[in-house]
């Protein structure tokens, strides 16, 4: 399967925080799954560190190497495909998630109750 975190799922794992359930880390852990970091939690993640609004790891991008977490970019298709989303959610970074895995064809790794709105596949966390 393929499964895009969402960014918290991301930071949790990468923070080892009890807020992931051992059953979403066996989930990330399967090695017959294919894990996707896309690059716009990487891009949310830098601006709400450098405001002091979150933590992560001062190694962010050697960290998902360990992980063994593929980079998913963000592409032009990507972006214009927010144009078709409805507005159920306003947050730039999820609504980018939302495309990026509508378009991929991955499954949604995520807590967020306001994605659950969209037609995508999610695994709730």
């Not at 992560?56 to 998902?64: H, L, Q, T, V, Y």
């Not at 998913?72 to 972006?79: M, R, S």
């Not at 730039?92 to 378009?103: E, T, W, Y």
Request: charge should be neutral.
């Amino acid at each position: 399967m393929k499964i895009l975190l969402d960014t918290h799922i991301l930071l949790w794992w990468l923070m080892n925080d009890p807020s992931l359930a051992t059953g979403t880390r066996l989930l990330i852990e399967n090695p017959k799954n294919t894990i996707f970091v896309s690059a716009i939690s990487a891009w949310e993640i830098a601006i709400k560190r450098a405001i002091g609004k979150l933590q992560a790891p001062d190694d962010f991008d050697k960290a998902i190497e360990r992980s063994h977490f593929h980079s998913l970019p963000i592409t032009i298709p990507h972006a214009m495909g927010i144009m078709f989303l409805p507005p159920h959610h306003h947050d730039p970074f999820d609504r980018m998630l939302i495309s990026q895995s509508k378009i991929e064809g991955c499954t949604l790794l995520t807590r967020d109750g306001r994605i659950g709105k969209y037609d995508l596949p999610i695994i709730w966390a």
